[in-house]
């Protein structure tokens, strides 16, 4: 989130906050104590509210953005309904004297679940985006033998080389994406024979290069032959 969105956030809950104080003092009614508790548990609704919007979409990705939906959910829901109840209480107070109790345990119970919510629904964000990074790592090594094949495929001079790239690449690109720790070994291997090949073409020496390329892709067969055996 940038500067301009944190102060448009800020700006919207400064009205509220502003628009409520001046209404709850310019408009006639009683205020018993049971109204000046929902008056202050409105207002705290309101900065509790913004630090709870702004905690949920401050990160810059819009992936976290999208985890922090049910916090800015929970946000939105508490404040609305503080705001509402006080409201009520304000109106029914013209009518009956809300006991000063009663104001402050919905109050309070509305806080209460507003944290608690907000603490569950933080920790299953934490998760996620903790199962989402490792998934990600997971993608990484096949994603990564793809790039580096087709960066040596556009430096590669000799076109039948050139071709055996291209297939191994093709190869690459419909392999079995997820690694784990039992395809450590294999992956490693064809790491560092990619590594070779890339030495060779950067030195122009296309000497058993073709064999070294045959190397990777059986290596790559094998690889997909284990990821079968693992599912």
């Known amino acids: 989130m940038n500067n301009k969105q944190k102060i448009s956030v800020l700006s919207v809950y400064i009205i509220f906050l502003a628009a409520f104080s001046l209404l709850f003092f310019i408009i006639p009614f009683e205020r018993t104590s049971a109204v000046w508790i929902m008056f202050v548990f409105s207002e705290v609704s309101l900065i509790l509210g913004?630090?709870?919007?702004?905690?949920?979409?401050?990160?810059?990705?819009?992936?976290?953005?999208?985890?922090?939906?049910?916090i800015l959910s929970i946000s939105?829901?508490?404040?609305?309904?503080?705001?509402?109840?006080?409201?009520?209480?304000?109106a029914a107070n013209k009518f009956t004297v809300t006991p000063a109790w009663l104001s402050a345990v919905i109050s309070i119970i509305l806080l209460a679940l507003?944290?608690?919510?907000?603490?569950?629904?933080?920790?299953?964000?934490?998760?996620?985006?903790k199962s989402d990074m490792k998934i990600t790592e997971k993608l990484q090594n096949v994603k990564e033998f793809k790039l580096n094949i087709d960066s040596l495929c556009n430096s590669c001079t000799d076109k039948d080389i050139k071709k055996q790239l291209e297939k191994l690449s093709e190869k690459i690109k419909y392999s079995d994406p997820?690694?784990?720790d039992k395809l450590y070994d294999i992956e490693q291997k064809i790491s560092k024979e990619i590594e070779e090949i890339s030495n060779m073409i950067f030195n122009n020496n296309y000497v058993g290069l073709s064999d070294k390329i045959d190397s990777i892709d059986r290596l790559v067969d094998d690889r997909n032959k284990k990821c079968k055996e693992y599912k």
């Open 50 to 70: 913004y630090f709870m919007t702004n905690y949920s979409i401050n990160k810059s990705d819009l992936k976290s953005k999208v985890y922090g939906l049910p």
């Open 76 to 90: 939105f829901i508490y404040t609305f309904m503080q705001l509402l109840l006080s409201i009520i209480i304000f």
């Open 114 to 129: 507003a944290l608690i919510g907000v603490i569950a629904a933080d920790n299953a964000k934490d998760i996620i985006e």
């Open 178 to 180: 997820v690694s784990s």
